[in-house]
């Protein structure tokens, strides 16, 4: 990957929508060498797929939880079993398995306190879990797609 690649994957990263020919204009490239990066850069899985970004709030889903979840149960069977069920909870936008004291973290949209209410039931009632700490969001501050590239 060069710097022009780098260059469309920023581009792309603040506005997928936007034209080949406008990418090629923006990285310094004509619509056919650009469309051509554009597609390998798919195919070898660096851009995963576009979408849209969309307002949380805006959609009835104003809270977020942070959930931490601790396990006495390591064993590769059981995560196998874990990660299928969390990650069918359509409420789970990310799912982090972590070093340090905390085994697992969450990120959990939901429309309200009684949604995040059935979400923790059905999250304790998938496999046993030795501890789960909720953190709700107060304010978001920062939250981007972008990564850092350049």
């Known amino acids: 990957m060069d710097a022009i690649d780098r260059k469309i994957l920023t581009v792309l990263q603040e506005d997928a929508s936007l034209s080949i020919a406008e990418i090629g204009s923006r990285v310094g490239l004509s619509s056919t060498p650009c469309w051509k990066r554009v597609q390998r850069l798919e195919a070898d899985g660096v851009i995963m797929r576009r979408v849209a970004v969309v307002d949380q709030t805006k959609v009835g889903l104003g ?3 942070f959930v931490s979840i601790e396990t006495g149960d390591h064993s590769q069977e059981w995560l196998d079993r874990f990660a299928q069920r969390v990650s069918a909870m359509p409420e789970v936008m ?3 398995r972590m070093a340090g004291d905390v085994d ?8 309200d306190i009684q ?26 501050i920062k939250s981007t797609t972008a990564l850092p590239i350049a």
């Open 94 to 96: 990310e799912f982090h």
């Open 104 to 111: 697992y973290m969450l990120r959990v949209v939901v429309a």
């Open 63 to 65: 809270i977020t939880v």
């Open 115 to 140: 949604g995040y209410d059935t979400f923790y039931k059905k999250l304790i009632g998938a496999v046993p879990l030795k501890n789960v700490t909720s953190r709700f969001a107060m304010e978001k």
